[in-house]
């Protein structure tokens, strides 16, 4: 096996993505088999019932190590923070970006993080999609039936962009010379 086949063999092919909120967490695991994007699960943690904030991120740390260990993904893919115009609201979304962060990092697990335009443009091809656009293209991409929650839909959406960001950079990294040189030889034509 080529270096470069090796460096695309390393990368996760189970990702966990995550849509934190306070009051829902959604999340999704999708595997990559070959060039095929294969459903494992998805769900919604609710912290709607808690008693505080506090109560509310144990919640969704307990939520997010739960789903780790039942489906041992090798990379977590969110969506990378963003500016809000409510302080108190962009405060709470950190508080549980942050527990799932804290999660996936104490269970020895890669994150990867995108905007949300990223991940929509991954999804959709147009990074001002709506979530119901999102929502629609998900469960055509993945093949999964029925309605799904929103915030589980743009878990797996997240999910999707990673794996299709790795495959894409996989390609790159086979198509790549090897090591320096490949380069000098380049050069030098």
């Known amino acids: ?24 967490t959604g999340w999704g695991v999708v595997e990559a088999v070959g060039s095929s994007l294969v459903h494992l699960a998805h769900g919604t943690i609710a912290a709607r019932g808690a008693h505080g904030q506090g109560e509310r991120l144990s919640r969704i740390y307990d939520g997010v190590g739960e789903v780790i260990d039942s489906y041992k993904p090798n990379g977590i893919s969110l969506e990378r923070v963003f500016f ?33 335009a990223e991940i929509k443009v991954a999804v959709v091809g147009y990074g001002q999609a709506t979530k119901e656009q999102v929502q629609k293209m998900v469960a055509a991409l993945l093949g999964v039936p029925g309605k799904m929650a929103v915030d589980a839909a743009d878990a797996l959406a997240a999910a999707i962009c990673h794996l299709h960001r790795q495959s894409f950079q996989s390609r790159i990294l086979e198509t790549a010379p090897a090591g320096p040189a490949a380069m000098g030889r380049r050069r030098s034509s």
């Not at 086949?5 to 092919?13: I, M």
């Open 1 to 24: 096996m080529t270096a470069a086949r090796q460096r695309g063999a390393d990368l996760p092919r189970i990702v966990m993505g995550i849509d934190p909120g306070t009051v829902v």
């Open 84 to 116: 809000a115009r409510n302080a108190g609201s962009a405060l709470k979304l950190g508080q549980a970006r942050g527990v799932a962060l804290l999660a996936a990092t104490l269970h020895e697990v890669a994150v990867y993080e995108y905007t949300a």
